[in-house]
């Protein structure tokens, strides 16, 4: 008996079976069940034989349809067949021949209105479960106004009987039926839980897998792009050049499918984060100009731009909005045999002033596609006219990187296409103004030179659990001559800050014990006021607004920019203290950065994007990589040992502190596997942290042997580079003679610097009186007056230190 009853339940209760079937089949197994009780209820209590022939006929109904459904599937059927012939026809008779509303029947009702609920779904569910409670509304109101065609029962006790059996046989199925729907339930939501839980591992062990390939890959690729290059130095003949020419654009098109596939699988597993930050629109401008033109001359193509409508800034992920124009030209070109390709940047207001919308238009006068192929060109792994386009390269990511991208930042993408003629694809993106700078002009070519300042009576409080974020502030502030005092701890910020004044405190926001929004609240609670602008690396949505609802003055995200840093200190600093300048950008050696650059490259650094946080300028490079290569000398050991002692809160501090170094030299692979690491160690995944730590270890050291090797090389560029950077260490005297120098042989730039600087320090009204003849003179390129202006306060100079020579 308990081996049939089992074979019952496998069978009509198969996992693989769609949930409504089983719980028909349930349903079905009661129905038959409780009509068989009912005709013997009918039998032996009533005595009404109609009643026993019309019960036994549903019983006889119900397992008919269990039957067939189950040998025929035809399970849709089966249910209106139900609903029909049972709960409309079956339960009207027994209504007239069983006592009416007088009786249980009316308890079925319910029955017949939930299986409808069931087994039915949208519009039709609800029409038949409207019609059910109509029709069994109807049949009470007709038995009341027309009792003569109702078989009521002759005796209370009947009826009492006939009450309770019904109400008992509906209770049981209802509830057996519910349990058992909830047992299916929960037990289907246990296996989707496996599942979900068996595809992120999944997803996990892929990621990891992808990421170690990635390294792999990149290595020999970087070293035999690296040799042909050495082969193309060493002038070989022409066929060589062409052979080797031809393997470096393979590799170049390896290196660029391995960077979409590990985009397209941060995408699909919702790893893909948007980095927002301010930009200048000119860089982003003139970067995608120059990568269009030079894309389009290796294929013999025409190329021309249009820009208009660009604030001077924005603020958004520049680097996501790059890499979505890029591989729009990149498409554009590829699909393009002859003619030219376009690309033109605009911008217009968005509605309620939130920012303005940014569109990104490439088109062409290539192949184009056919109306039929819209929808799918965005796919991955999907080209339009695989066949017919089996010679161009790709592995079709490209667009689906870009359409995801765009979604992802809240845009969308739109495309034109005329087969034969060429296409247009657009992508809007929201961008929002950056630091209220909407009422700025478009510059029309990127900056030569950018406003900092001095202030030598300025006092900053800098306060980060990393010494190496400490060094490279201090590093990116030298020229401003402020006093720096920094700290490593919340608790450390808030006894400084009652021992001494400071102008502004630039707090870090991720910290162990005080966080920054704890250490804020407790410099309020001792009454200090000071300006503190927050420092994080978080740059999730609303962190900002967070921070600034906490009560900082600003913030800033890591890796800071020195003119993003200098210009948030400039808001807070007082005015008097503050002594405006320009001073040159970019790197004085160009030729000198070009040979760096396929160096570091070698080593997975982008010199780049190092740059980029550091204006262009070389030697803030060489200070900043001098600090990572100090700071990380013992990260190896101390990591190993964090691991082995299990203790993942240290390991996510450290491995946030080195995300934060790892971008700002533009190490990209240290910086992602860091973010990675952190967020494991915050989730608690020990497993993975500890089966990732060997590859992080290996690209630390990578990174550390790339940049040993870059700083032995560039101590000559160092000291050839311009004099401006090396203002801020110079002393009295050597400034003085700077001046007198770059006075006399009409160099702007530095004269107007060292007079600037000097200025700053000299504290005589007279002497400052006649260096600021001396500046307005150099700044109205009057080298003369200058000279004669700078001699007068030489003579003044003397003076004054004579007057307070010790008598002999």
């Not at 069994?136 to 006790?157: K, N």
């Not at 569109?359 to 080209?383: H, M, Q, Y």
């Amino acid at each position: 008996m308990k081996l049939w009853l089992q074979n019952i339940v496998k069978q009509f209760f198969r996992p693989e079976l769609e949930f409504r079937v089983r719980l028909f089949n349930l349903l079905a197994m009661a129905g038959t069940v409780n009509s068989l009780l009912q005709a013997g209820f009918s039998l032996l209590v009533v005595g009404g034989f109609p009643m026993v022939i019309l019960n036994l006929f549903i019983a006889v109904l119900s397992f008919g349809l269990l039957y067939y459904s189950y040998t025929s599937g035809q399970y849709q059927r089966c249910y209106l067949i139900t609903i029909v012939f049972i709960f409309f026809i079956g339960f009207a008779f027994l209504f007239f021949s069983g006592g009416g509303y007088r009786g249980g029947l009316p308890s079925f009702f319910i029955f017949a209105t939930v299986f409808t609920v069931f087994m039915l779904e949208g519009r039709q569910m609800l029409v038949v479960s409207v019609l059910e409670l109509l029709f069994y509304t109807g049949l009470c109101l007709y038995g009341y106004y027309v009792p003569e065609q109702v078989s009521w029962f002759e005796t209370e006790e009947k009826i009492l009987a006939d009450v309770i059996v019904c109400f008992l046989a509906v209770s049981i199925v209802l509830g057996i039926t519910m349990h058992l729907n909830f047992r299916m339930y929960n037990s289907q939501q246990r296996q989707l839980e496996q599942a979900r839980e068996e595809a992120i591992r999944a997803n996990q062990a892929k990621n990891m897998f992808l990421a170690s390939m990635s390294h792999e890959i990149r290595t020999p690729i970087n070293i035999m792009l690296g040799m042909n290059e050495m082969i193309l130095r060493e002038q070989p003949s022409p066929a060589v050049a062409g052979y080797i020419a031809r393997s470096q654009d393979a590799g170049q098109m390896l290196l660029s499918l391995i960077n979409d596939i590990l985009d397209v699988s941060k995408i699909e597993s919702g790893k893909m984060e948007l980095l927002e930050e301010a930009y200048y629109t000119d860089d982003l401008v003139q970067r995608l100009i120059q990568f269009g033109r030079e894309q389009s001359a290796k294929k013999g193509l025409s190329f021309s731009a249009e820009v208009s409508g660009l604030p001077a800034m924005f603020w958004g992920d520049t680097l996501h909005i790059r890499q979505i124009a890029t591989n729009l030209l990149s498409n554009a070109v590829k699909y393009t045999e002859a003619g030219s390709v376009r690309l033109a940047l605009t911008a217009r207001e968005m509605p309620g002033g939130a920012g303005m919308l940014l569109s990104v238009a490439v088109s062409d006068t290539g192949i184009g596609i056919r109306p039929e192929s819209l929808d799918s060109v965005f796919e991955a792994f999907t080209r339009s006219e695989a066949v017919r386009n089996l010679k161009i390269e790709g592995a079709g990511l490209g667009l689906a990187i870009v359409r995801n991208l765009v979604n992802l930042m809240g845009g969308r993408l739109l495309v034109q296409s005329e087969y034969g003629s060429g296409s247009t694809f657009t992508a809007e993106i929201p961008q929002r103004y950056a630091d209220g700078l909407a009422d700025c002009t478009h510059r029309s070519v990127a900056p030569l030179a950018e406003q900092s300042f001095f202030a030598p009576q300025g006092r900053i409080l800098v306060v980060d659990d990393n010494e190496g974020n400490l060094g490279v502030i201090k590093s990116l502030l030298a020229r401003t001559l402020l006093q720096i005092d920094t700290v490593l701890s919340g608790r450390q910020c808030l006894e400084q800050a009652g021992q001494s004044s400071y102008h502004v405190i630039v707090l870090d926001y991720m910290m162990p014990e005080l966080d920054g929004i704890e250490t804020l609240h407790r410099l309020r609670q001792m009454n200090c006021h000071t300006p503190v602008i927050a420092l994080t690396a978080d740059v999730t949505a609303g962190t900002r607004q967070k921070l600034l609802t906490a009560g900082f003055a600003d913030y800033l995200s890591k890796p800071v920019s020195w003119t993003r840093l200098e210009q948030s200190l400039l808001s807070y600093l007082p005015e008097e203290l503050v002594t405006r300048t320009t001073v040159s950008v970019g790197n004085a050696c160009p030729d000198a950065a070009a040979q760096f650059r396929q160096q570091l490259g070698k080593y997975d650094i982008s010199l780049e994007n190092g740059l980029q946080f550091l204006s262009q300028s070389l030697s803030q490079y060489i200070t900043v990589a001098g600090i990572f290569l100090d700071h990380t000398r013992q990260t190896t050991e101390l990591l190993t040992r964090l691991a082995a002692q299990h203790d993942l809160t240290a390991l996510s501090h450290l491995y946030h502190s080195l995300k934060t170094l790892a971008r700002l030299i533009g190490a990209g692979e240290l910086f992602a596997l860091a973010r990675r690491l952190e967020q494991k160690c915050s989730a608690g995944e020990a497993g993975y942290v500890r089966t990732a730590l060997p590859l992080f270890c290996h690209e630390l050291t990578a990174t550390r042997q790339g940049l040993a090797e870059f700083l032995a090389q560039t101590k000559a560029v160092a000291a050839g580079e311009s004099p401006s950077f090396l203002l801020p260490s110079m002393n009295f005297a050597a400034l003085t003679v700077l001046a007198q120098t770059g006075i006399a042989d009409y160099h702007f730039t530095e004269s107007r610097q060292a007079l600037t600087l000097l200025l700053t320090l000299e504290q005589d009204p007279d002497c400052r009186r006649l260096l600021k003849q001396a500046l307005t003179a150099v700044e109205n390129l009057s080298f003369e007056d200058a000279e004669m202006l700078f001699e007068q306060f030489c003579q003044a100079r003397e003076r004054e230190a004579a007057s307070y020579a010790p008598e002999r």
